[in-house]
């Protein structure tokens, strides 16, 4: 047992385990405020907690530029986004397991004249076995971690710039998968056993470090950084896995899960509520702040990982992290 592990162990407490199972109960908080004039980028929006969470804020007056991968669906998303609310639906197209797609996202949603008032991090996948990009990184850790840490990253001055602007990153309590934290001499997954649920834990648990980071670097510009577990929802994650996982997703687990809306009415809240204004680095339930596993809140793991996450993405090797020495 390594000594992180030892410390986590020790950190950990049966509270923390109620009270997440006490949130998981809880129904969001419905925010009334309008978002006219704002502009809301969120990344898969075609289906699940994407298009819902487009057309909750669509509806309440928002213009929207979408990331998404399939150009069809897309396209039919901004004909009924438009159609339907009469506000601005825009998109790109972007495989978000593509270093270089998600770099060239980042350039297109810096340019001038599409100031950011909502960037909400949904695209996600689940795997069952370990699958590599065409950049030679395991699937689910770029998807989940690594596109939303390059568009955070190469997005800070131009979020800075408008002032006001919020970070939403679709989370998961799925990051206690994890539970003895990363493996950051293996991140790749290349000296271990893969699996499905750790891969995706360990993904999930990089957002909430990542966060720790973003948010200090933030902090004091008027932009937020923040996390939600979009709850037990029914989406079309996992159609990657052949047709037995789908069988059993669609007769066995899809049947116990709600509607995306749940999700989208949270993010909505979070997005907009003008009570969160300043609220940064935290980690909600849906709409209920919750305080995250030890593994979560490691600075220290947070520091390293923010360092070879640089090496693994050649975004500036050398650059040191706030308060903590790089070397």
């Not at 993904?203 to 973003?214: D, E, G």
């Amino acid at each position: 047992m390594t000594s992180r592990t030892a410390r986590y162990v020790r950190e950990y407490t049966w509270s923390n385990v109620f009270a997440m199972i006490r949130n998981n109960g809880l129904e969001p908080k419905i925010c009334g405020d309008d978002c006219k004039g704002k502009l809301v980028v969120i990344t898969g929006a075609t289906s699940g907690i994407g298009r819902a969470a487009a057309r909750k804020f669509a509806s309440r007056g928002a213009d929207l530029l979408c990331v998404n991968r399939n150009p069809e669906k897309s396209e039919a998303l901004r004909r009924e986004i438009e159609g339907e609310f009469g506000t601005r639906c825009e998109y790109r197209i972007a495989d978000l397991s593509r270093l270089e797609d998600i770099r060239r996202t980042a350039e297109e949603l810096s340019r001038p004249g599409s100031p950011i008032d909502v960037l909400v991090h949904n695209a996600g996948v689940y795997l069952t076995r370990r699958e590599l990009t065409s950049d030679g990184l395991e699937t689910t850790f770029v998807v989940h971690y690594l596109s939303s840490f390059i568009l955070n990253y190469l997005l800070m001055d131009t979020l800075k710039a408008r002032g006001k602007a919020r970070i939403l990153m679709v989370g998961s309590e799925g990051y206690r998968f994890a539970a003895w934290g990363l493996r950051l001499d293996d991140l790749n997954w290349e000296r271990r056993k893969y699996s499905g649920l750790a891969s995706y834990g360990s993904a999930k648990l990089a957002q909430l470090l990542s966060m720790i980071v973003f948010d200090e670097r933030l902090r004091g510009t008027g932009v937020t950084i923040n996390t939600m577990h979009p709850g037990a929802v029914k989406t079309e994650t996992g159609q990657e896995n052949g047709p037995a996982y789908r069988w059993f997703k669609r007769n066995f687990f899809d049947k116990t899960l709600k509607s995306p809306e749940l999700s989208a009415e949270a993010l909505y809240y979070l997005g907009a509520a003008k009570e969160l204004e300043g609220v940064s680095g935290k980690f909600f339930n849906l709409t209920t702040e919750e305080e995250p596993a030890p593994p979560a809140r490691d600075r220290e793991a947070a520091y390293e990982l923010w360092r070879e996450t640089l090496k693994m993405t050649g975004l500036e090797d050398a650059e040191s992290v706030p308060g903590h020495d790089p070397k």
